[in-house]
């Protein structure tokens, strides 16, 4: 889980880096070396050390994640508290059928909200911390 949002934060500073480069702002070049061992170029502005931008990206990627998975938790949370267990497809129709398609979003906020807060600082403050200790 975390290693897959540590994914979305990586890419995510690749497109941002690649949409400054294309507005035409300076850019310097830094060497990354990837787990296979092979070596790329990649644009960067320099914002990307800022931890007030380490700390946005990670939010915005944990906060995208969890939109893509909050109806299938929503479900998931529907099937523990039914006193009749049900698939969930049968749970998702149910829930459609009784609050509508919008039901299955119900607490996103509240979800969006925990992930731009929690999930920034613990995913945003791991390279500075990382730094920090020399590892």
Known sequence: ???LLG???VVLRQFFAGVRCRMGQKS?????????G???????????DSLAWQLGLAGAACT???GAVHWVETTMVRQQLASVQQNMVATISNIVKTEGA????????????RELSYSSLRF???E???RSTGR
């Open 124 to 126: 945003g403050l791991y």
């Open 28 to 36: 310097r070049r830094y060497t990354t070396i990837s787990d296979t």
């Open 128 to 130: 500075p911390i990382k």
């Open 64 to 66: 995208v994640a969890q």
């Open 1 to 3: 889980d975390s290693v």
């Open 38 to 48: 092979s070596q790329k170029q990649i644009m960067s502005s320099g914002r990307e």
């Open 7 to 9: 994914k979305a934060v």
């Open 102 to 113: 919008p039901a299955l979003y119900r607490g996103f906020s509240a979800a969006a909200m």
